[in-house]
């Protein structure tokens, strides 16, 4: 491979628009009220996991007396709750049941009174589905031809067969989509950054398939996601506090893992076209298998190539295993659709294994990548690499904790309603030859963006080396508030109403 031009593989998520957060349902607090003012018991039953989160996948609930008619439900919203209002005392029996699962049957005691009983109920996963056994080959008694002399080095294609599913189980798409939909929009409302340290591991790859020695790399690695004018996002990521590419061996860098799932995202999910191959298992879990395909008359927003600054669309074809009770993207798997020869680019196949991270604060499950493999064969040359995340620090958006201004930094705060844009202009010290570094900032309300100063990041000028710097912007006086975090003591100038829409960077 060459040695000039670095390949970068990299998710494009600059102009994604994203709407609005929808309130949240208050039906639950109004139907256990309009229960207790009628003067009749009411029962909540919620589905939990094996490890105690909301089962919002699709399920039957049913309540049934000793005698009489089975009493019916209404739904609670999205988290694996229904309400039964106007229950007459006594005993009845509670069955939940859902694709993938065991059914779980329990008996419970309504009393009588104005009051709300809550039954939890544990779905647990069918280890065994029935229908998902491998297919057994038919026997011919024609000659058979000998195998094709292939190499193991990549795995099968995504279209070369579909993995074994349950047999006679329907698969509810839009409900899965949106689902899944719902966790990537909980990923960008509620993460800020995070930090953990990723291992990588590259080999070269011989043409009998089999792989040299690895060489390794470890690095503090931080993905921030930055609100951005109109409710789009960004995702930018520093390995070593640095953006530079030649940190990777073979000069091809790997970016962008974390995004893969954004495919799913309600900005992006109409650019592929999906289809619901049925129900499975992935590692004792049942998932719902999701193939996605980039459409052909949609621009490709999640990934490309760059090579010497230039960008090359990058259209994937793919498969997610979707969690059946949670929505969650457990496994996800993706290969080009075609080779893209301005770069010499033949294959490129991902897979990537997701696991839940937990919050600082709060309770709510937040999945990221914890291993990744990526195949590539470009020019001849093959390559596998694998990514390894651990020792994850997560931050959440939280208006009374901002994250602190990291080493090396301007970070900038919005304090008004409205978003803010501004330039912020570093100059460096009149003994060196550096020269001055302008960068176009955009603050949605409420939020704060830093940008990284050094060498290959936002700020391309070491630090030691900066004498003074401007941020014009076009908020009103007192709107927006900086921290400077430097190694030298320097001078930052806010100049507020300003026109920086056309303004030109340097």
Not at 40 to 65: Q, Y
Not at 91 to 104: D, N
Not at 452 to 468: F, M, R, T, Y
Not at 485 to 501: M, Q, Y
Request: charged share 20%.
């Amino acid at each position: 491979m060459q040695t000039r031009g670095v390949l970068v593989a990299s998710i494009f998520l600059l102009t994604i628009s994203v709407g609005a957060a929808a309130p949240q349902s208050s039906k639950d607090e109004s139907g256990a009220r309009s229960s207790t003012r009628s003067g009749s018991p009411a029962l909540k039953v919620c589905l939990r996991t094996e490890d105690g989160s909301a089962f919002i996948g699709v399920a039957n609930v049913r309540v049934m007396p000793n005698e009489g008619y089975e009493v019916p439900g209404e739904p609670l919203g999205p988290d694996g709750e229904m309400i039964f209002a106007d229950m007459m005392p006594g005993t009845y029996t509670v069955e939940a049941s859902a694709a993938g699962f065991l059914a779980v049957r329990q008996k419970t005691q309504v009393e009588a009174g104005n009051r709300l009983q809550t039954l939890f109920l544990v779905m647990k996963p069918r280890l065994s589905p029935p229908g998902v056994a491998p297919p057994v080959p038919a026997l011919s008694s024609a000659p058979v031809a000998p195998p094709k002399q292939t190499t193991a080095w990549i795995p099968p294609g995504i279209d070369d067969g579909v993995p074994n599913v349950q047999s006679g189980v329907e698969c509810p798409l839009s409900q899965v989509v949106a689902g899944a939909g719902r966790r990537m929009k909980e990923l960008i409302d509620n993460l800020q950054k995070f930090d953990a340290t990723e291992h990588v591991e590259h080999f070269n790859v011989d043409a009998a398939g089999s792989r040299g020695k690895p060489e390794a790399r470890t690095f503090d690695y931080v993905v921030v996601i930055m609100p951005l004018e109109a409710g789009s996002f960004e995702l930018d990521e520093y390995r070593n506090g640095s953006t530079d590419p030649a940190l990777f061996p073979a000069q091809v860098a790997t970016t962008g893992l974390p995004g893969m799932a954004l495919a799913f995202h309600p900005a992006m999910v109409s650019e592929f076209n999906l289809t619901c191959e049925g129900l499975g298992l992935w590692e004792g879990h049942p998932v719902w298998q999701v193939h996605f395909v980039q459409r052909p008359d949609r621009p490709n927003l999640l990934r490309v190539y760059v090579v010497q600054n230039k960008y090359y669309p990058a259209p994937l074809k793919g498969r997610a295993w979707i969690d059946a009770s949670t929505y969650q993207i457990r496994h996800l798997e993706s290969e080009l659709l075609g080779p893209i020869p301005a770069i010499a680019l033949m294959q490129e196949h991902i897979a990537i294994d997701y696991g839940q991270v937990q919050f600082r604060t709060h309770a709510q499950q937040l999945w990221l990548p914890l291993d990744a493999e990526v195949y590539w064969e470009r020019r001849g040359h093959r390559f596998y690499r694998r990514h390894t995340f651990s020792d994850f620090k997560v931050f959440e958006v939280d208006s009374a904790q901002q994250i602190q201004a990291p080493e090396g930094s301007y970070c900038f705060k919005n304090t008004s309603d409205h978003d803010v844009t501004g330039i912020l202009t570093v100059l460096p010290d009149s003994a060196v030859s550096s020269k001055s570094v302008a960068v176009r900032v955009m603050i949605a309300s409420g939020h704060s963006v830093c940008k990284l100063v050094g060498v290959g990041k936002d700020v391309n000028i070491p630090a030691d080396e900066i004498a003074s710097a401007s941020f014009r912007h076009n908020g009103l006086s007192g709107s927006i508030t900086a921290d400077v975090n430097l190694t030298k003591e320097s001078v930052l100038d806010l100049i507020p109403e300003s026109d920086v829409a056309t303004t030109k960077l340097r």
